[in-house]
């Protein structure tokens, strides 16, 4: 049987870890070759080549820094000379300060705001020089887009909740050429920074509706989802991946 992504090229942002490095796996599960970018972990991000080779895809990790909107740039037009084509973007890479608003400097703000809000914009500007009709462009936001449950979010709050309108503006103007633009928001989720037994986890568990974490493989099925033939009818969504976080 052809695989959903058989043929598809994928570029996921912070693919060497956590949820990027499920949804680099998962979309090469479905057929896609990968391509992914990563930051300081060289070491992980030729691991999770490694995987995706073994299942029979071309993968290639490529050294950017989200902040830096050049570096974004020429990532995106490498992979499309490297493979070819692009037909999915996976808006990934994030950062997150937490902490009371009145100590968070406007050095915070900006590292925040570029990595989380301009990287995608920047992306997703970029690939559609490449991306043909019918493509995909998927952001990865949060649960704190949707409900602030404790205090000390408000920085990475406000970087998450602006891709909902990213989200809805590239769905409304791509529409005509059946590109959709989806925003998956995921909960309390285990990963390196966020681990399932780290400070505060309890409480973060605490506040889904099904007392426990997810995993990163939770979101990357959704995400896998929405990037094949299955969602072509769905665009402009925001669907939360959060154990009933925002319920």
Same mark, same amino acid.
């Given at each position: 049987?052809?695989?959903?992504?058989?043929?598809?090229?994928? @570029?996921?942002?912070?693919?060497?870890?956590?949820?990027?490095?499920?949804?680099?796996?998962?979309?090469?599960?479905?057929?896609?070759?990968?391509?992914?970018?990563?930051?300081?972990?060289?070491?992980?991000?030729?691991?999770?080549?490694?995987?995706?080779?073994?299942?029979?895809?071309?993968?290639?990790?490529?050294?950017?820094?989200?902040?830096?909107?050049?570096?974004?740039?020429?990532?995106?037009?490498?992979?499309?000379? =490297? @493979?070819? =084509?692009?037909?999915?973007?996976?808006?990934?890479?994030?950062?997150?300060?937490?902490? $009371?608003?009145?100590?968070?400097?406007?050095?915070?703000?900006?590292?925040?705001?570029?990595?989380?809000?301009?990287?995608?914009?920047?992306?997703?500007?970029?690939?559609?020089?490449?991306?043909?009709?019918?493509? =995909?462009?998927?952001?990865?936001?949060?649960?704190?887009?949707?409900?602030?449950? @404790? $205090?000390?979010?408000?920085?990475?709050?406000?970087?998450?909740?602006?891709?909902?309108?990213?989200?809805?503006?590239?769905?409304?103007?791509?529409? $005509?050429?059946?590109?959709?633009?989806?925003?998956?928001?995921?909960?309390?989720?285990?990963?390196?920074?966020? $681990?399932?037994?780290?400070?505060?986890?309890?409480?973060?568990?605490?506040?889904?509706?099904?007392?426990?974490?997810?995993?990163?493989?939770?979101?990357?099925?959704?995400?896998?989802?929405?990037?094949?033939?299955?969602?072509?009818?769905?665009?402009?969504?925001?669907?939360?991946?959060?154990?009933?976080?925002?319920?």
């Amino acid at each position: 049987m052809t695989a959903v992504l058989d043929g598809k090229v994928a @570029f996921v942002t912070g693919g060497s870890r956590g949820i990027g490095e499920a949804v680099a796996v998962r979309l090469a599960e479905e057929g896609a070759d990968v391509a992914l970018t990563y930051q300081h972990s060289a070491d992980r991000a030729a691991e999770v080549v490694d995987r995706i080779t073994s299942l029979g895809r071309r993968a290639w990790a490529v050294h950017a820094d989200s902040a830096d909107p050049a570096a974004v740039r020429e990532a995106v037009d490498g992979v499309a000379a =490297r @493979f070819g =084509r692009l037909d999915i973007l996976v808006n990934n890479a994030g950062v997150g300060v937490l902490g $009371p608003v009145e100590t968070i400097s406007l050095a915070d703000v900006d590292t925040v705001l570029n990595v989380n809000v301009r990287a995608p914009f920047v992306a997703a500007q970029a690939v559609l020089r490449h991306m043909a009709d019918g493509g =995909r462009i998927i952001n990865i936001g949060s649960c704190m887009a949707e409900r602030v449950a @404790f $205090p000390g979010g408000s920085l990475y709050a406000t970087s998450k909740t602006a891709l909902t309108g990213l989200t809805k503006a590239l769905a409304r103007e791509l529409g $005509p050429r059946g590109i959709t633009v989806n925003l998956v928001h995921p909960g309390p989720t285990a990963t390196d920074m966020n $681990p399932e037994d780290g400070p505060g986890a309890d409480m973060q568990r605490g506040f889904t509706a099904l007392g426990r974490y997810g995993s990163p493989a939770d979101v990357a099925a959704t995400v896998a989802h929405l990037a094949g033939d299955g969602a072509r009818y769905v665009t402009g969504a925001g669907i939360a991946v959060d154990g009933g976080f925002a319920v």
